[in-house]
């Protein structure tokens, strides 16, 4: 709610990030739009397998305003690093990878 020059926030749960950091990652979501060239494509592929791990990956692929959810192979599991998240956004551009992790009731 905003009163003049207040601003006041009703919180229903507060999580320390500690914690946060604390839950598995679930899995890596790596968002594509439909004019990904297959030169991209391949250059993506190449990143998870420099990264190999146990984190699933899932492409979600935007197509107009529908999106598409493809889960990658086994084989491009990955270990989630900051270089990876690095690797992918200098290839597909800031804020195209997204952790997938517990909710905090979970």
């Known amino acids: 709610r905003e009163r003049a020059t ?3 926030l ?3 749960d507060v999580v320390p990030l500690e914690k946060v950091a604390a839950r598995p990652v679930l899995g890596v979501d790596v968002l ?3 004019s ?3 030169t991209v494509l391949l250059k993506l592929k190449d990143v998870l397998i420099e990264h190999p791990g146990d984190v699933p990956v899932t492409l979600k692929l935007k ?3 529908r999106t ?3 889960s990658a192979k086994e084989s491009y599991k990955v270990q989630l690093c900051p270089e990876l998240k690095a690797d992918i956004e200098k290839l597909l551009g800031q804020g195209t990878v997204q952790e997938r ?3 905090p009731a979970a």
């Open 32 to 34: 594509l739009n439909g």
């Open 36 to 38: 990904a060239s297959q």
């Open 10 to 12: 009703t919180v229903e």
């Open 68 to 70: 598409f959810h493809i």
């Open 101 to 103: 992790r517990p909710s």
């Open 63 to 65: 197509v107009d305003d």
């Open 6 to 8: 207040e601003v006041e």
